[in-house]
């Protein structure tokens, strides 16, 4: 793929190329290369071998865990979401015994993640135990905004990128090199989050900017005003009809946005007070694990809670921990809210409910992000479309529910914001643009230079 033509003070702008020379070494994309997911980026520089997250590919895209991942010096994970961290595991299985960098926040969303990923899989209770003690023996902590010696002669600093709690952008350093890896960018002025950094040093070139770029070919059409507008419109509905609704939501980011959401609905009496239940045990951990890290929160949220009021809390609230407790909640009466994982509906508690829900009109699915082609969340959808039947946890059901989704809850930035925070840094010489499909990286790198 040629790169696209940079005017004269712009930098290069490179889209679906693995090898990326350095002035004393190279960078090479090992995963998301051509696709969103599975994120893997080997450093070589100062004499260092360096690996910057550890990623699966998930839906129907693939990837082979590469040899060129296993020989490193050390890890750098930018935030705690499966395709940035999944293969984690595969690389320890290896022998790998060096060190793990990461914020805080994202080494223990990263644990509860991969813990969760490995009981997915049924590994044993000894094998679980035994990763996690290597886990937690590798782990190193670290936090914004401070530059860290993490192998001779190369410099780690980690700089907020407002995407999940704890992610960040990584700037790595060498004598001769200087490197920024986005991670996941998140949008500006998020719940909970404080924005992408954009703020730079300047002064020193930046060899290569290694970027995201999983909306880069379009905009977000809906603002956080108009979420609210939608959720309450859903939320009204359900309270008319007395309906159940049934919310697939990741647990990692996505039900605690949807938490602020509905607490600041109850809050300004937009909603009555309809019993909302987190029925997932990873949601419940990873919530909880937001309330631990909330000093990293926006001042929005933090002037909140001063005031005594969690965001992420409100009366109407209750949480699910027993599955004996999950299965009572099929013959509660509505109005009710059940938010339960997994987001796509490929596995965990979502998947009863569905089973019992999906066939009455009293019910209604409401889905708070991208359903993968070929996922059974895809295929709710395609049913209710033509009124046709689905099969839920080997249960072929008819879909009689009111299906309907939430746009703009993307933990992405868009093409402007993303364009947006590459124009802060100063002095880039070249950007590497991965974990966006063909399209939207040859859209971007024509879009980033057009202007406008």
């Not at 595991?89 to 790998?96: A, M, N, V």
């Not at 790595?172 to 404080?194: T, W, Y």
């Not at 309270?239 to 609905?265: C, D, E, M, S, W």
Request: charged share 25%.
């Amino acid at each position: 793929m040629s790169p696209a033509p940079a005017p004269p003070s712009g930098p290069e702008i490179v889209p679906t190329t693995e090898l990326h020379p350095l002035p004393d070494g190279e960078l090479r994309l090992l995963g998301a290369v051509r696709q969103v997911t599975g994120a893997m980026t080997r450093l070589e520089l100062g004499g260092r071998r360096l690996l910057v997250d550890c990623g699966i590919a998930q839906g129907r895209e693939r990837m082979v865990f590469p040899e060129a991942a296993r020989d490193v010096d050390a890890v750098v994970l930018t935030h705690g979401h499966l395709d940035h961290i999944g293969s984690v595991p595969t690389l320890l299985e290896h022998g790998f015994d060096r060190p793990l960098y990461a914020t805080q926040a994202t080494l223990q969303i990263a644990r509860l993640s991969l813990e969760d990923s490995l009981g997915m899989e049924r590994v044993s209770d000894r094998e679980m135990a035994a990763f996690l003690r290597r886990f937690d023996a590798l782990a190193r902590p670290l936090p914004y905004e401070r530059r860290s010696e993490v192998l001779p002669g190369v410099a780690l600093t980690f700089h907020d990128a407002g995407h999940i709690l704890g992610s960040a952008s990584a700037e790595i350093e060498s004598e001769r090199s200087r490197v920024i890896l986005s991670g996941d960018l998140g949008r500006r002025d998020s719940p909970l989050l404080c924005d992408p950094n954009t703020r730079w040093a300047a002064g020193r070139p930046v060899d290569v900017v290694v970027m995201e770029s999983t909306y880069g070919s379009r905009e977000h059409g809906h603002s956080h005003a108009d979420i609210e507008r939608d959720l309450e419109a859903i939320v009204r509905d359900a309270v008319l009809r007395k309906a159940k609704v049934l919310v697939p939501a990741f647990a990692i980011g996505r039900t605690q946005t949807l938490l602020y959401f509905l607490n600041h609905l109850v809050e300004n009496h937009r909603i009555p007070e309809v019993p909302v239940a987190i029925d997932t045990p990873m949601g419940l951990a990873v919530t909880e694990t937001y309330a631990k890290f909330r000093r990293l929160f926006d001042k929005e949220s933090l002037d909140q809670l001063a005031r005594g009021d969690d965001p992420l809390d409100f009366e109407s609230l209750f949480q699910v921990r027993r599955g004996q407790d999950s299965a009572r909640l099929h013959d509660a009466p509505g109005p009710i809210l059940i938010i339960a994982g997994s987001g796509m509906c490929t596995g965990g508690r979502i998947l009863g409910h569905l089973r019992e829900g999906l066939p009455s009109p009293q019910t209604t699915v409401l889905f708070v992000g991208y359903q993968g082609e070929g996922t059974p969340g895809r295929r709710i959808q395609e049913a209710a479309e033509r009124g046709g039947r689905v099969r839920i946890d080997g249960e072929e059901v008819t879909v009689r529910a009111r299906i309907a989704t939430l746009k703009g809850l993307s933990a992405h930035a868009d093409r402007r914001e993303l364009r947006d925070w590459l124009g802060h840094i100063p002095g880039v010489r070249r950007v590497a643009l991965h974990h966006g499909d063909v399209e939207a990286q040859e859209a971007f790198a024509t879009f980033a230079h057009a202007g406008g």
